[in-house]
């Protein structure tokens, strides 16, 4: 069955730091992941996402986030946090079947953007 | 714009009573969802359904229960079965069918307290 780790549950940064959220997951077939920003009592906003092809991604809000099959791994970094980047993000991945799908979550981390 | 609207954003139960969050998407998506948000777990799914007049339980579906008479709307009840209904409950909406990968588009979120 597919799963998502993320391996910190809060990550305290100083602002202008650069900043790595780990995500670990585990699938047996071909997979769609993705990354997710929560602001405080807010819905989730896609931050970006990787479907096929280049294994290096880049989302909004100058995030990036590198898939990596052989450590199925999709690490997201930023190399400047901004006090606005203060939020809960997630990863997921994506479990296609029978023309349908759904989306498998991870626990979510907390950054924390202190000036 | 195009987007999902959830309602209310805020909405209070009292003890033995059913209650009902709606979700409304203007995206032509077929597929939507709906998740439970708890303090350190994640995202839970509760229901789900890939077209009109067809819905599937996810993993925490006891206690709940959906409809979905139409592919715009897709609300959610809260029964008195549910004993811990507390949480901040969000829908999403995808497109489906062959190739689709899931991409998930979320609402607001609605946050549910007992009085």
């Known amino acids: 069955a597919q799963s998502v780790t993320q391996l910190d549950s809060q990550v305290p940064v100083f602002e202008e730091a650069p900043v790595e959220l780990r995500c670990n997951y585990s699938?047996?077939?071909?997979?769609?992941l993705f990354w997710y920003v929560q602001y405080p009592n807010q819905g989730l906003q896609l931050l970006l996402k990787y479907l096929s092809g280049s294994t290096l991604v880049k989302g909004i809000n100058g995030f990036e986030a590198e898939f990596n099959k052989s450590q199925t791994s999709f690490h997201l970094r930023k190399p400047s946090v901004h006090i606005s980047d203060t939020a809960e993000y997630f990863c997921a991945v994506s479990v296609i079947y029978n023309q349908g799908g759904k989306l498998i979550f991870g626990q979510g981390t907390e950054l924390s953007v202190k000036p | 714009d195009g987007g999902i609207t959830q309602s209310p954003k805020y909405l209070f139960r009292k003890e033995g009573q059913n209650v009902t969050l709606s979700c409304e998407q203007n995206?032509?998506?077929?597929?939507m969802y709906w998740y439970r948000q708890d303090p350190g777990q994640g995202l839970r799914l509760i229901y789900y359904s890939q077209i009109v007049n067809d819905f599937q339980k996810g993993d925490i579906a006891e206690g709940y229960s959906v409809s979905r008479e139409k592919k715009e709307s897709f609300p959610l009840t809260v029964t008195s079965a549910q004993k811990n209904p507390t949480a901040f409950y969000l829908c999403a909406s995808s497109i489906s069918g062959i190739g689709a990968k899931n991409i998930q588009y979320f609402g607001a979120g609605t946050r549910l307290s007992v009085l």
């Open positions: 699938s047996s077939v071909s997979v769609y």
């Open positions: 995206l032509n998506h077929d597929a």
